[in-house]
């Protein structure tokens, strides 16, 4: 290309009159830009005395960028009439070798790949790095077309079409791009950018592009997406397994053709953690994935255990804690290869390919939990040093997920069976006949853990039973242990005989004691909520109280179910506010359902709704109490509700008069044998001789010891029940207490007597005194 001289026309008073396309090109000034001003403002230092005098020399010009440009000027004058000059015609003229010939090596020695194509994609120029890339020397792509020079295939396509878009449109182009380079056998990521080669009118008349080897950003890129991907991908779940299948995910297919995460045994059980064997390990595969569907030729199935060799790439990534990197052509990566290709007649032809695979141990808080490999064979490259510390911060990010899922499983499953060891067992219908009942107990699903929830039947005397359904704030062990300290409290409590809104009152008490010798979070944890209540089948009244505990669901005979009428009270903890009982008259076969918080509260569900669904539910017909529970359930319930639910159904029975008989016994040790024979008539009507002989016994010392220490009114009862149960109450609250009578001692025998005799005996206070009972078993039919 011919270069164009650089002249400037300046009158005699040192302004500029004319200027050329050379001077432009020069100092990137355009001749409306310097015309008809001073030629001093073009100047970046003062100009030289000797230079001035012999109008040529070296002058330092500012370019309009800024940057200085040293140029050697020459400057003839313009002659007027007289001979004088008018002005001067400046110029300077660029090295013509020089330039030229440092333009093309810059080309040619770049260390980037350049090429320059005509307008219809032949090549012009190549430089030394792009026929080393390409594998072909300049002299044999000049002139050709480039589909000619290129294999068919789609990157080959989209690079044409970008060379054609830059050559239609004159626009510059940057985009990536994926090729080989023929000295390596391994994919190379370019990124490209192409820019059109105008000429002197500003026609595109070539595209010339540059290509930067980004490779290593590239995979740099793609590691940091993949870690960024595993931190929202891994881990959604506390469960191990699912755990373990999300880690193989984000690995398969971009990372590996194939990947497996193995664990140890005791990972997925509940004991403690063992040492990892010095030799051979065993290890359990829970999952692994493959680019190929259906994982074709797996050498060890999902579930099955494996034995991995000491030198092994796995084993040996346990033993030493690090990532193990193995290729073709290492004689232990061959071996391994070879024994795992043979174990399935399939797996030959998949494991021929296989070229390179890193192992990396999976540890978590210093505890090793297994090993997960990753496998390359249609995927062209080999991993190197960079995919082990990326294999290692994935897999360190993986173990502890699943460390926490195998925690939270392990802390579940204790907590589950501290629940469920503490809840009754089966139907607690045995020792109480006052009510047929069925209950459910479901714990959480959610990633919490298992509430405090619980429920008790508790058999009470004179054929009353105590129904208790109560829920403990918080999840996990601690609430469990606390779930399970109150149940105690409430049965020691019930068996003293208490009213509900006793039983509450010094149930609250325990609970704020219990809180303020807590520590930290235990305090929180022993918030509660209870309902307790008391039936009793010869009266058919019920009695219930609540500590801030969801109203029980009345369902009467023929009738629709509907809450019942109480007043909540304050949650157990809060203190020094009281409790109130509610007493209604339940017919025979009402169905009262005890229920917890979590039965019809959710953060996605509305409680009067829920609400709702559980009443109508209840009224709806059931074969039975347990199909009732169950369609309660179905009916109520979310696929995976996210509290514990317990549910206590409880349908009341009656004792009617034929099975109790009272008698009223005046203060008379003489009415004591009367009082024995009444009841000995009693027992013969219903049937009961055979066990008369004890009842006599026992109605004589009770009534004997209620006439001489007791005060009026004296009273007899006898209930034929699933026991034969024997009461005499009086009107003095002093509670009797067995004591050891000495040899001669005339008295003190009697309770003694009556807890020998009897199946079980006690005392209850009452509103007028006190009453003592005792049990005896029936005949066997």
């Not at 068919?152 to 239609?168: S, Y």
């Not at 190929?292 to 092994?312: C, F, Q």
């Amino acid at each position: 290309m011919d270069h164009v001289a650089a002249a400037a026309i300046i009158d005699a008073l040192g302004v500029v009159t004319g200027w050329t396309e050379g001077a432009r090109l020069l100092t990137g000034l355009r001749a409306e830009d310097v015309v008809g001003r001073p030629v001093t403002g073009l100047l970046a230092a003062r100009v030289a005395t000797a230079t001035v005098a012999a109008r040529a020399g070296p002058v330092a010009l500012r370019h309009r960028d800024g940057h200085r440009i040293d140029v050697t000027l020459t400057a003839q004058p313009i002659l007027g009439p007289g001979g004088h000059p008018n002005g001067y015609v400046i110029t300077t003229d660029p090295p013509e070798e020089l330039a030229p010939a440092l333009v093309g090596e810059v080309f040619q020695q770049a260390s980037v790949v350049m090429s320059v194509f005509d307008t219809r994609q032949h090549y012009v120029r190549v430089n030394e790095a792009g026929s080393r890339a390409l594998g072909v020397p300049e002299a044999e792509l000049a002139g050709r077309y480039f589909m000619d020079t290129a294999a068919n295939g789609e990157r080959t396509h989209a690079f044409l079409g970008q060379l054609r878009k830059v050559a239609e449109t004159g626009l510059p182009v940057r985009y990536e791009a994926f090729a080989g380079a023929v000295d390596e056998d391994r994919a190379h990521a370019w990124t490209i950018d192409m820019w059109p080669v105008r000429d002197p009118a500003g026609k595109p008349v070539a595209v010339a592009l540059a290509a930067f080897d980004s490779t290593e950003q590239y995979w740099a890129r793609t590691r940091l997406a993949l870690i960024n991907e595993a931190t929202t991908a891994v881990g959604t779940t506390l469960d191990v397994v699912r755990t373990a299948e999300e880690l193989v995910e984000v690995l398969v297919p971009d990372y590996a053709d194939f990947a497996s995460v193995d664990l140890l045994d005791w990972v997925l059980g509940e004991d403690e953690l063992p040492m990892v064997p010095d030799g051979d390990v065993t290890l359990r595969r829970v999952a692994h994935g493959s680019a190929v569907e259906g994982t074709p030729g797996v050498a060890v199935h999902l579930g099955e255990v494996d034995v991995y060799e000491t030198n092994s790439p796995p084993a040996r990534a346990l033993r030493e804690g690090r990532a193990v990197l193995s290729r073709a052509g290492e004689a232990e990566f061959d071996e391994w290869i070879a024994a795992r290709g043979a174990r399935t007649p399939e797996g030959c032809s998949r494991h021929q390919g296989v070229h390179s695979m890193i192992a990396v141990p999976l540890r978590a808080r210093g505890t090793t939990l297994g090993a997960a490999v990753c496998i390359r064979m249609a995927h062209p490259d080999d991993y190197v040093t960079d995919d082990i510390v990326f294999a290692e911060e994935l897999a360190g990010r993986a173990a502890v997920c699943i460390d926490n899922a195998r925690r939270f499983a392990r802390e579940r499953s204790t907590a589950l069976a501290l629940q469920h060891s503490l809840l009754p067992r089966g139907l607690p219908g045995q020792g109480q006949a006052a009510v047929d009942v069925a209950h459910r107990y479901l714990p959480s699903g959610s990633l919490a853990g298992i509430g405090g929830d619980w429920f008790d039947v508790i058999p009470l005397s004179g054929s009353r039973v105590g129904l208790v359904v109560g829920d403990v704030v918080g999840h996990g062990i601690q609430s469990s242990a606390t779930m399970g300290r109150l149940r105690t409290a409430v049965r020691t409590l019930a068996d003293v005989d208490l009213p509900p809104d006793e039983l509450l009152t010094h149930l609250d008490d325990l609970v704020t004691h219990l809180a303020a010798g807590g520590v930290g979070d235990d305090v929180a944890e022993l918030g509660a909520t209870c309902l307790y209540a008391v039936y009793n089948p010869i009266t058919r009244r019920l009695s219930l109280a609540a500590a801030g505990h969801p109203a029980p669901a009345l369902v009467l005979p023929g009738g629709t179910a509907e809450l019942i009428g109480m007043t909540a009270g304050p949650p157990l903890g809060v203190g020094g506010l009281p409790f109130e009982a509610t007493e209604l008259e339940l017919p025979e076969g009402a169905i009262v359902a005890f229920y917890t918080d979590g039965l019809v509260e959710d953060r996605d569900r509305d409680v009067d709704r829920a609400t709702e669904e559980m009443l109508h539910a209840l009224s709806g017909p059931a074969d039975s109490l347990e199909a009732l529970r169950d369609n309660v359930l179905k009916a109520v319930l979310p696929e995976q509700p996210g509290d514990d639910v317990a549910l206590l159904l409880a349908r009341t029975r009656a004792l009617g008069g034929d099975r109790v008989a009272t008698w009223g016994i005046p203060p008379d040790p003489a009415c004591v044998a009367v009082t024995r024979q009444a009841a000995t008539e009693q027992l013969a009507a219903w049937g009961l001789e055979e066990i008369a002989f004890v009842t006599e016994l026992v109605v004589s010392e009770l009534v004997t010891n209620a006439i001489r220490y007791g005060v009026p009114p004296i009273q007899l009862r006898l209930i034929r029940d699933r026991a034969l149960i024997c009461e005499v109450s009086d009107g003095s609250a002093t509670s009797p207490h067995l004591r050891r009578a000495h040899a001669f001692d005339e008295g003190g025998r009697g309770l003694l007597l009556v807890a020998q005799l009897t199946q079980r005996w006690g005392s209850r206070q009452t509103g007028s005194g006190k009453t003592i009972w005792a049990e005896q078993p029936l005949p066997e039919p």
